[in-house]
């Protein structure tokens, strides 16, 4: 199976409401990065959280990571219409070598209903 | 803000046909890679680069194809004899450093093989 696998695949929510994706990794990680793809275009980077850290804010951001159970989530609060988009968890192994390829998880898509 | 930039944004190419695909990754960034993403679903590593070498490819990045970075400003990715499979969003992303930062990814080369 995949090193990041997010859940669930689909999420349709009304604005105004929260959302949180799930990830699961495998390997040890120095970091787990959260990333944006708007449909057809390149992906955006959210937010980097290292492996010695537990929670992470930024805006309407908060991503936690639990190395223990190798997961971590991503909450959007407040949602609004713009943020439909897929989400895409990738982690960044501790032993990846010199470039240290990140890899990526399967995704969310959420959608985001006025 | 500085950003990646990928030329074209859509090649249509026939199958045994070779296609270069461009980026100009942001100027003081020194790790270098393409991803691939088909249809929609997960993105794939290809190739990293660093220090004008091949750092790591996946299974994906076979004799077809390869990469160069010909000056101090571009970074191609050639596929030598396309199949209808490599039809796919072809990403080339950079980072400053090679871990705990993040990718900026450009908007992507939509590849067409008929």
């Known amino acids: 199976s995949q090193q990041g696998e997010e859940d669930p695949q689909a999420l349709s929510i009304q604005e105004g409401e929260n959302a949180t994706m799930n990830c699961s990794y495998k390997t040890s990680i120095n970091n787990l990065q959260w990333y944006r793809q708007n449909s057809g275009r390149g992906l955006v980077h959210l937010i980097l959280i290292r492996s010695n850290e537990r929670e992470k804010h930024s805006g309407r951001l908060r991503v936690t990571l639990d190395t223990s159970k190798k997961s971590s989530s991503l909450l959007i609060t407040a949602s609004r219409a713009a943020d439909t988009a897929s989400y895409f968890c990738?982690?960044?192994?501790?032993?990846?070598?010199?470039?240290?390829?990140?890899?990526f998880g399967t995704g969310t898509l959420l959608a985001v209903q006025p | 803000e500085p950003e990646v930039t990928q030329t074209p944004s859509h090649q249509v190419t026939q199958m045994g046909q070779e296609v270069i695909l461009r980026c100009v990754p942001i100027s003081n960034h020194l790790y270098f890679y393409w991803y691939r993403q088909i249809l929609g679903q997960k993105v794939e590593f290809l190739v990293s680069f660093y220090n004008n070498e091949i750092s790591e490819k996946s299974e994906i990045f076979d004799d077809q194809f390869s990469v160069e970075r010909p000056d101090g400003s571009n970074f191609t990715l050639k596929i030598r004899s396309t199949k209808l499979e490599d039809s796919a969003m072809y990403f080339c992303a950079s980072r400053l450093q090679g871990y705990n930062s993040p990718l900026h990814f450009g908007n992507g080369t939509r590849l067409t093989v008929t």
């Open positions: 990738a982690t960044d192994a501790e032993y990846g070598g010199a470039t240290n390829k990140l890899i």
